[in-house]
């Protein structure tokens, strides 16, 4: 089945060129011009991805990416027109997975979109080896979900990638360069934040103090460790 776009985009002329130029890359998009039709959207079609315009009329698409992840984790890529490292760090902060400046070629849009997707599909276990319990945290992996005592902790794309990377990876500390890996997509030279933003949004959600951690340690000036044991709360 073709997978399901939404975009997001009130200049109605490049919403059309969008449209068309995706569709024969095997994505069926769904379009809408402003923010509470796209989180309406969001709803009605089950999007597999988001296509999001940074100025929007009224509700901006900040507004509309806070909205989202109050109920949904579907990976998000953000259009900005002014391309600044802070809009790009706010987007991220609030849990989008890339970022296009406006102006782009529409080919590099398909190529971020199989990007994401693809980070999303990716290091997928053996099917026994699918849900791993460390302590009060349990990771599926098949499902790309976590939870903490059996309630689920609503971990973005790029969240979900940095702890599964480091949980295969206990008790080796990963460098910054190793976790950006996960976060590909992301232009590095802007975002050598990236990874600091996205840990400190999972520790938050994992409820880990990073003065006294049950998951993820900081190696300072080396990079993250995963630190929980597999079945146990060492």
Known sequence: MPQTLLLI???????????????PFGFRV????????????????????????????GMNGFEVCRAMRQRSQVPVIM????????????????????YLPKPFEPRELVARIQSVLRRGRSQEPSPHQAVRGFGRLSIDFAARAASLEGQDIGLTTNEFNALAVLAKNFGTVLDRDALLQELRGLESESFN????????????????????????????GAGYMFIAREGGHD
């Open 9 to 23: 985009e009130d200049d109605a002329r490049l919403q059309a060129l969008l449209v068309q130029y995706l569709e």
């Open 30 to 57: 769904e379009a809408r011009s402003d923010g509470p039709a796209g989180l309406a959207a969001l709803d009605e079609c089950s999007p597999d991805l988001v296509i999001l315009d940074i100025m929007l009329p």
């Open 79 to 98: 259009l900005t027109a002014r391309g600044e490292v802070m809009d790009r760090v706010a987007g991220l902060e609030l849990g989008a997975d890339d």
């Open 193 to 220: 934040r990236a990874v600091d933003i996205t840990m400190s949004r999972l520790r938050q959600k994992l409820g880990d103090d990073p003065k006294t951690p049950e998951f993820i340690k900081t190696v300072w």
